[in-house]
Each structure stands twice: as structure tokens, then as C-alpha cells.
Nanobody, 125 residues
Framework: QVQLVESGGGLVQAGGSLRLSCAAS??????????MGWFRRAPGQEREFVSA???????YYADSVKGRFTISRDNAKNTVYLQMNSLKPEDTAVYYC?????????????????WGQGTQVTVSS
């Protein structure tokens, strides 16, 4: 059983910052070998790719967050982070952490094997 638990969401004013964390656990889950991703779902919209980091620490971002968000990982803590700066009201969404076995990243939801429950981020104007 693999468990991903997100934290760090909340309410912030436009222009502010938040840092999301996702702690992974599981007896058969080797965190350092997995690509970790962040997705988000805004009200009335599909869940969309935000960012991913491979086990080699290559990072990828959606165009909408590039330059504002930074993904990182701490393999010693089995945790992936998403630092979100210069937040905009359109960043309001539930943010989900996801894990994908293997070397390569993907922007597709279907390619991720494990998901967290999500954490709400609300950006007020």
C-alpha cells in the first residue's frame, strides 16, 4: 500500500506564496526511484498537469506556472515539494501529488500509479 499525503494548502492573496509538501510512504515503495508529479483541478475543470520531477531531478512545468512554481524533492524524507510564488486567482484549485514508476516523466494522469487526496489552494484577488 502506497500512501501520498499532501499538506500546505490554504488561502492566500494574489501575489503571495505557498509551499506544498507531499510525504510518501509504503513498504514496497522506493521513493527515490519514482517520478513525482503535481496536478491540480480547478472547479468545473479537468485535472491538469502542473509539474514533475524525475528520479534524476529533471524538472518539468506547465506553461502556466513556469517561472513561478518550483518543484523539488528530498529523498531522505520521502517528500516532494511545490513552491508556489506570485500566485494568481487562476491558480485556485485542489492540488494533487502523484507518483509514477520509472525514469521518464509524463504529463498524463493515466501514467501515474499513485495519488494523494489533494490539498485546497485558494488565491483571492
Amino acid at each position: 500500500q502506497v500512501q501520498l499525503v499532501e499538506s500546505g494548502g490554504g488561502l492566500v492573496q494574489a501575489g503571495g506564496s505557498l509551499r506544498l509538501s507531499c510525504a510518501a510512504s509504503g513498504r514496497t515503495f522506493t521513493f527515490s526511484m519514482n517520478t513525482m508529479g503535481w496536478f491540480r483541478r480547478a472547479p468545473g475543470q479537468e485535472r491538469e498537469f502542473v509539474s514533475a520531477i524525475t528520479r534524476s531531478r529533471n524538472t518539468y512545468y506547465a506553461d502556466s506556472v513556469k517561472g513561478r512554481f518550483t518543484i523539488s524533492r528530498d529523498n531522505a524524507k520521502n517528500t516532494v515539494y511545490l513552491q508556489m510564488n506570485s500566485l494568481k486567482p487562476e491558480d485556485t484549485a485542489v492540488y494533487y501529488c502523484a507518483a509514477r514508476s520509472g525514469t521518464y516523466y509524463s504529463r498524463l494522469r493515466a501514467d501515474y500509479d499513485y495519488w494523494g487526496q489533494g490539498t485546497q489552494v485558494t488565491v483571492s484577488s
